[in-house]
C-alpha cells in the first residue's frame, strides 16, 4: 500500500502538478527532509518549492524506478525529465527518498535528490564543480 501512495505523490503532484494532492497526501504537520536546507520544510514551504520547480520545469515527469516497504516506511528511487523554462535545455536528474506513513498519508519525508546535477544542466554551476570537488580535476 505505502508503495502505491509514492507512486501516486509523484504522479499527481509532481507529473501531473496537482498542488493539492500535497494536502490530499500529506499529514497537515509533516515535515520534508533534504530539500536544500538543515531545516525541514513544512507543508506550506514544500508548496513553494513545488511551485518553483514546476514553474522552471513546466514538463515535469518523474517516473518512480523503484519502491520497497517495510512497516510504515517506503522508500523510493525516480527519475526526473523534462525541459529547462528558461534556458531550454533537457534536464533528466535521479533521486529518491525514504517516506513514513501514517493513517494512510506520508507524516515525514527524507529525500536525497541530485539537485547539483540539476543545476549544472541549467548552467547555475559550473558541470565540474563535483568532479573538483571530489579531487578529480583533469591533468
Given amino acids: ?3 502505491d501512495l509514492a507512486r501516486r505523490w509523484f504522479h499527481e503532484v509532481w507529473t501531473l502538478k496537482r498542488t493539492e494532492a ?6 497537515p ?7 536544500g536546507g538543515p531545516e525541514p520544510l513544512s507543508v506550506g514551504e514544500f508548496k513553494k518549492l ?14 518512480v524506478t523503484h ?4 512497516n510504515d516506511w ?8 523534462g525541459t529547462h523554462a528558461a534556458t531550454g535545455r533537457p534536464i533528466r536528474f535521479e533521486g529518491g527518498g525514504f517516506g513514513r506513513v501514517e493513517n494512510g498519508v506520508f507524516a515525514e ?5 541530485d539537485f547539483l546535477g540539476y543545476l549544472a544542466q541549467i548552467g547555475r554551476v559550473p558541470t565540474e564543480t563535483v568532479a573538483a570537488a571530489f579531487g578529480q580535476t583533469g591533468g
Fill in 67 to 70: 519502491a520497497i516497504e517495510q
Fill in 1 to 3: 500500500m505505502s508503495c
Fill in 109 to 113: 519525508m527524507h529525500n536525497t535528490w
Fill in 22 to 27: 500535497i494536502d490530499e497526501l500529506t499529514d
Fill in 50 to 63: 513545488h511551485r518553483h520547480l514546476c514553474d522552471e520545469i513546466p514538463d515535469i515527469q518523474v517516473e
Fill in 29 to 35: 504537520g509533516a515535515r520534508m527532509y533534504g530539500l
Fill in 74 to 81: 517506503v522508500a523510493i528511487h525516480a527519475v526526473v525529465t
